[in-house]
């Protein structure tokens, strides 16, 4: 993509979105354009959107819980 082809876009959200979402994106060196243009892009390739009412848990609880739930199984309790 040429400089010319490029478009600015502006998008409204609230300014702690806009901060924390820089946040992140500082503490992972990326910058957030680059963030929202990959997610763009991952929207227009896969054509869907996933929203859910479901809470979802945070990966590395998720994990743990797995283990733990794999211990209990096998017979295995923490006490």
Known sequence: MGTLDKILLNV???KSLKQ???E???EIGIPLSTIVIVNLKGF???RSLTISALPRLRPGIEKELGLAIEDYNQGKRAY
Request: hydrophobic fraction near 40%; avoid cysteine.
């Open 44 to 46: 227009v390739r896969s």
């Open 12 to 14: 409204k959200l609230s």
């Open 24 to 26: 992140v994106a500082n």
């Open 20 to 22: 924390d979402a820089q």
